[in-house]
């Protein structure tokens, strides 16, 4: 009787811990509309490595919309997505929890699609390497643009799956030495499940610290552009709103995001597209001017000279890094997007105003972070040389749909020519095989009429020709936009370079449209880069 | 005398029909011929009115009125689901035109163009992600009610008017949703979307499946029956496949249940450039020598030769690129022919964006040509996302 008691206090012990565990907050409270816009938090390298312990949970806000948030406890509170920041040649130790839990989802899934993902050929000791089942609790995580190996704990999507409940799990590599500075990110990629935990939030910054030309001693803005869907009674994603560091922009029905901005002081913004399907195109207007920008990097990669623009078009997944002119006294200005044409059968992409920025002749703006002295990058930064290199090898590409209806479901392709559009399932052989050294000239078609947004990983691609038309200066991208198809005429293209030769990046990946619906559609295949017997 | 008078009557009252009918027959462009649209608007959804008109090798239609529904639509969804429902008879009087926002039917009478009223199945009979699919004989009006996935068996009482006898469920065997309908005798086939398709048996009115359901052969291929056609005499049912090629799939159904589809690839089969990318919407001509395809992705219209007895398709003729495609109209949806016999000599194409396409057919049985109108296409001011209409007088089966 008395073991019985015991048991049954245990029981309610239990049961009030967990009843008080689900009334928690899972996510930490996102700013409202109408908020001043900070930075993320900062997490910087310390002796040359940065240890992080993040838990990925969901939950759904008080705006009702799907959060999924990367937690992380700083000074006893919980901050969401801070940015991470390391030098060339630093060790990142990430340990990612997963705590999805159900409800996953405001609206239900597309289509049933084949979720389970074969064993690797080498078995790995780490169980959440070896495939399986992708659930919608399943997850892990793409350091996007980054260069490093296509392997478990480091850069692999395709087998590494960490499940809700397992032990939390360690990323841990060296960002490459060579590798430029510049802005990075960090966001879910499970296949079939990415679009509802990025569109929930998922995603940070990631930079990868050094000097670049122009932006000493700037204040930083670190500027996240998200978007977050919420149509319960639909599986159409439906209306959407885009967001600045979590913040609905949602002029002019409600107030604006905001920033204070000293009077005439230049800034250095950092600005990460993390929309699942959102193209942007930036603009900062002082009073009803457009100004102009000093571009100083795309995707990570510095460029030099800076491009001067006075618009600034991205796509999911890019990133830009400008200097923005200082703002004229007693005058306001607005950051913007000025829409995208996606085509004729695109997802709607208006503008929007993003953010204010007011001005203030004191010293009320963010300072600068305090950053610890960088190391120089490696005398050779990685891609150097690829304008002239020879290619070894060239292939064409396309994009195209097939749908059952005018709002889907839809069927995404990305088809080596030649061979039969599918679409993408994760026990799928590599569409391309290669070896290390090779540089390869890739044109990739749009048959389709919405745009796509060609996206590869482990390396960046130098742009040569949009629509056969040579780039008079070529720029390496990881992810470039491919307008729609018109209907008529030749098809949209772009031709990019691609460089194979790091050793490091030998094994499978994925390339993809970074529309991330797309993506989770089918839009993908893999490439097996087979290491060279040069090396 | 008084019995010669009465006699005279009644033989006057026999004739005269008789007399109107072969009048009618004689002069069968007198006899109006209209085009009915399910406009399908998130608000004040309405059915338009088109009379068709023009000369031979210039067709035209003529904006009449669009009819309220007073239901709410959706603004598109499958490119098979039949949006519009009317006897195929030259003696129909009622077009039932479904409200998929507002999971409703309303029915009108097609000479005064009026609405008669408006039905709901069940509670449970939604069709608010791709539209409310319907077919109907005599008796019973079928809807499919595409986010429900159930089909709601209605009787067809006089004035139009409908009572709702029950629905049932259905489970496409890779969950998808039910799309594409056709209605032969007391033979119901159905296409879900998702590669599966299923007959059913209606002789009792509320539909029994006929243990018939299956992935048609092209789902192995990935390409989906999205519509459904039945020939004249039952024989054979016929798929419009959402596929990269323009493809189609004919099921043998004489035995009463379909049989495995036979997939005909008519279209690009690879590279998908040039026409055939997507031929979610077929219908047969009156004289059953051709399938008409909508190759919903593409813009173009394309024949295939078809034989009525053997159920082989062969290769036939393609559209141009019908005008606007892109700009701004999206998809090809659902075609109708204009004439109630041989081929039917004019296409009225449902344009997703939206207007109505108007195009020639010629054929000699062995080679055809399909010529867009120089009046097409017609706007439908109304509709944002047409992918429904339907002709009166109808294909006769």
């Known amino acids: 009787m008395r073991v019985m008691m015991k048991a049954t206090w245990l029981f309610l012990i239990c049961a009030i811990a967990v009843t008080v565990a689900s009334a928690q907050d899972m996510c930490p409270a996102r700013p409202l509309p109408g908020s001043l816009v900070v930075n993320p938090l900062d997490l910087f390298s310390q002796n040359g490595s940065l240890t992080v312990n993040m838990t990925l949970e969901n939950q759904e806000g008080t705006d009702h919309f799907m959060h999924y948030c990367y937690s992380y406890i700083y000074q006893g509170q919980q901050i969401e997505a801070p940015t991470l920041r390391l030098n060339p040649g630093d060790q990142l130790n990430l340990n990612l929890t997963n705590s999805i839990q159900a409800p996953y989802d405001k609206y239900p899934k597309k289509m049933q699609m084949s979720m389970h993902v074969p064993q690797p050929a080498t078995k790995q000791p780490d169980a959440d390497c070896n495939g399986g089942m992708i659930l919608p609790s399943t997850t892990n995580m793409h350091f996007h643009g980054m260069n490093i190996a296509p392997i478990c704990h480091q850069d692999d999507v395709i087998y590494t799956l960490i499940q809700s409940g397992d032990p939390p799990f360690q990323y841990n590599f060296q960002i490459p030495p060579n590798d430029n500075p510049g802005m990075y990110w960090y966001h879910p990629h499970p296949h079939g499940e990415a679009t509802t935990q990025i569109d929930g939030g998922a995603s940070g910054a990631l930079f990868i610290e050094g000097t670049i030309n122009g932006t000493q001693g700037l204040p930083e803005r670190v500027l996240v552009i998200r978007q977050q869907f919420n149509n319960p009674n639909s599986w159409i994603p439906g209306p959407n709103q885009l967001t600045v560091n979590y913040q609905p922009a949602l002029f002019p029905d409600a107030p604006s995001p905001y920033i204070n901005m000293q009077y005439g002081q230049q800034e250095f913004w950092r600005v990460l597209n993390a929309t699942s399907q959102s193209f942007l195109s930036l603009q900062v207007v002082y009073g009803t001017t457009p100004q102009q920008v000093q571009v100083v990097a795309l995707d990570g990669i510095p460029l030099s000279p800076p491009l001067a623009e006075n618009q600034i078009v991205i796509p999911p997944a890019g990133r830009a890094e400008f200097i923005v002119p200082g703002l004229p006294s007693n005058q306001e200005g607005i950051f913007l997007t000025n829409g995208y044409a996606t085509g004729a059968v695109g997802n709607a992409n208006p503008p929007q105003d993003l953010l204010k920025m007011f001005g203030t002749d004191s010293a009320r703006v963010e300072p600068p972070p305090a950053r610890p002295a960088s190391k120089p990058t490696a005398d050779r930064p990685r891609f150097s040389g690829l304008l002239t290199a020879q290619p070894t090898t060239t292939r064409s590409l396309y994009f195209s749909e097939q749908t059952v209806g005018s709002n889907g479901p839809t069927q995404y392709f990305i088809t080596v020519a030649g061979e039969k559009p599918h679409v993408f399932h994760m026990d799928d052989p590599p569409s391309i095989t290669t070896t290390i050294g090779a540089i390869e000239d890739w044109t990739i078609e749009n048959h389709a009429g919405e745009a796509h947004d060609f996206h590869i990983h482990q390396v960046h691609f130098l742009l040569m020709a949009i629509n056969g038309v040579p780039v008079q200066n070529p720029e390496l991208y990881d992810s470039y936009p491919i307008p729609a198809w018109s209907g008529t005429g030749p098809y949209p293209s772009i031709t990019v370079r691609m460089d194979f030769s790091d050793p490091n990046i030998a094994g499978t990946f994925v390339y993809h449209c970074h529309i991330i619906d797309h993506e989770d559609g089918g839009m993908m295949a893999k490439i097996q880069v087979n290491p060279s017997n040069k090396h | ?397």
Not at chain 2, 56 to 71: A, M, V
Request: charged share 10%; hydrophobic share 40%.
């Open chain 2, 1 to 397: 005398m008084k019995q010669l008078l009465i006699a005279l009557m009644v033989v006057s009252a026999l004739i005269a029909p008789a007399v109107l009918c072969s009048a009618n027959k004689s002069k069968p462009s007198t006899s109006p011929i209209y085009v009915f649209t399910n406009d399908d608007a998130l608000r004040h959804t309405y059915s338009s009115v088109y009379l068709a008109g023009g000369s031979q090798g210039s067709p035209t239609l003529t904006f009449q009125q669009s009819i309220n529904t007073t239901g709410l639509g959706i603004g598109g969804g499958f490119f098979g689901t039949p949006r519009l429902a009317m006897l195929p008879s030259s003696s129909a009087q009622c077009l039932f035109v479904s409200d998929a926002g507002s999971s409703d039917i309303a029915a009108i009478n097609i000479q005064t163009q009026t609405v008669l009223g408006t039905f709901q199945g069940s509670t449970n009979d939604n069709g608010t992600s791709n539209g409310i699919g319907m077919v109907m004989n005599q008796n019973y009006l079928y809807a499919g009610y595409t986010l429900s996935n159930t089909i709601a068996t209605f009787s067809i009482g006089a004035g139009c008017q409908l009572s709702f006898l029950g629905d049932i469920a259905v489970t496409p065997l890779n969950g998808g949703w039910i799309a594409g309908m056709a209605l032969n005798g007391n033979v119901l086939v159905v296409a879900y979307i998702d590669g599966s398709i299923q007959s059913f048996n209606t002789a009792s009115g509320i539909p029994t499946s006929n243990n018939d359901e299956q992935n048609a052969t092209g789902f192995a291929s990935a390409y989906f029956p999205d519509s459904v056609d039945i020939t004249q005499d039952g024989h054979f049912a016929i798929f419009g496949d959402a596929a990269v090629p323009t493809t189609v799939e004919v099921s043998d159904l004489s035995s009463g249940k379909l049989a495995p589809t036979v997939l005909y690839i008519l279209g690009a089969a690879t590279n998908a450039i040039g026409p055939g990318i997507n031929s979610a919407t077929a219908r047969l001509s009156p004289d059953e020598s051709l399938i008409y395809i909508s190759n919903s992705q593409n813009g173009y219209v394309t024949a295939a030769f078809f034989n009525r007895n053997t159920g082989k398709v062969t290769g036939g003729c393609n559209s141009p690129q019908l005008a606007n495609f892109y700009n701004p109209w999206a998809y090809v949806g659902s075609l109708q022919t204009r004439d109630t016999t041989g081929t039917g000599n004019v296409l009225y194409v449902a344009e997703f964006g939206s207007s109505i396409g108007i195009v020639n057919v010629t054929s000699t049985g062995t080679a055809c040509t399909l010529t867009e109108s120089a009046a097409s296409p017609v706007t439908d001011d109304l509709s944002p996302g047409l992918l429904s209409i339907q002709v009166f007088p109808p294909r006769p089966f």
